[in-house]
């Protein structure tokens, strides 16, 4: 049968960027194919001798009173054998407000011009949807490059990597991350925030590299961290996850963090994890 991927998610989270990314891959890719019409689309592709395999499809509000139907189209489909992934792209409020501004684009469901009344209106519209997906990914803190790392890590079958890694750095005093299956407290390690040369500095130089792992205790954390992820990782593979989400998080989210999470990345380079530094250029 022909493999589908449906991706949807609220305006302005990255779907274009995803199917950019599968269209790479070999997929045969339709933007805003009316859900009614997918049974026949996929009668088609199966009688194309071959050619066509892999479908990937954007489905969202744009199809107005053609999408009210999608879930009960996905169910029925799922029902009859056929092999569905729904990608589910999701962002924050306030990330969302920010790339409309930043493109000056109209929300779809705005009234007046009020973006975060459109995105109530389509978080709603879509909740049915959301509930169907595969994969339900936050790109809040993603930029271009990386949610298509993310993509592709996950649907390039020439990859051996079953289970996407994600590490993830944070501050605390920015907000716990939500999306996090994984959670260790760096906080206690001395903090270079407090030394007056090296505040202004990140956990990517090397001054704040060598200050962090110049002690006894952060490379005994980063041992016995090692040992517990190797041997979790393997478990939520075996159980069947597709991605898991590690995040190090200091107060700041600039120095011990990102210096923690790139140590944890260097060491599982083979699992090629996708690293995120969440908090690296806020004060």
Known sequence: MTNLVIISGVSGSGKSTAMNVLEDLGYYCVDNLPMMLLPKFIELCENSQGDINKIALV???????????APEVIKDLKEKGHPIDVIFLDSSDTALVRRYKETRRKHPLSVNGNILEGISRE????????????????????NVHELKELIKNKFDKSRSQKLLVNILSFGYKHGHPYDADLVFDVRFLPNPFFVEELKE???????????????EDTNEYIRKLTDLLEFLIPKYEKEGRSYLTIAI???????????????????????SPVTIHRDISKS
Do not use: P, W
Not at 59 to 69: N, S
Not at 201 to 215: A, E, H, S, T
């Open 123 to 142: 978080r709603e519209m879509l909740r049915d949807l959301k509930e169907l997906s595969s994969y339900s990914i936050d790109t809040s803190d993603f």
């Open 249 to 271: 998080g200091c107060t700041g989210g600039k120095h011990r963090s990102v210096v923690i999470a790139g140590k944890l990345s260097d060491h599982f380079s083979q699992l």
């Open 59 to 69: 489905v969202d509000i744009r199809e107005g009173v053609f999408f009210k139907g």
């Open 201 to 215: 500095l990140n956990g990517l130089d090397d001054q704040i590299v060598k200050f962090v792992m110049d002690r």
